[in-house]
């Protein structure tokens, strides 16, 4: 079975960074770099939004997180990246990675941006 494992979140001030990793373990009987790869969030009592993806060389980002956010990938190593930029305290949430047309998920990270 294909697992998502993601990590890298902590407590960070507004303004501050932090770098997500997601490694993908088991079999995948594709190519990684073809597949569909995203980042999501979810806050309590909302709906786990995508907020960033990215399948070959294309890449799309919500408006909420562009500019400041940037997914990428190491399809040797099968870890999809997301590196958070001047984060602000509505990123708060748990980040999970997701793809290869799979309808479950990891434990995710939490973030936390606060001073």
């Known amino acids: 079975q294909v697992r998502f494992a993601e990590s890298g979140g902590g407590l960070v001030q507004p303004g501050g960074s932090l770098r997500l990793s997601c490694k993908v373990s088991g079999t995948i009987l594709s190519v990684f770099n073809s597949e569909f790869m995203g980042w999501y969030r979810q806050v309590p009592n909302k709906q786990r939004e995508l907020i960033a993806s990215?399948?070959?060389?294309?890449?799309n980002y919500v408006a909420a997180v562009k500019g400041r956010f940037t997914i990428s990938r190491d399809n040797a190593k099968r870890i999809v990246y997301l590196q958070m930029n001047n984060l602000k305290p509505e990123d708060t949430a748990v980040y999970y990675c997701?793809?290869?047309?799979?309808?479950?998920w990891g434990q995710g990270t939490p973030v936390t941006v606060s001073s």
């Open positions: 990215i399948r070959g060389s294309q890449i």
């Open positions: 997701q793809g290869l047309g799979r309808d479950y």
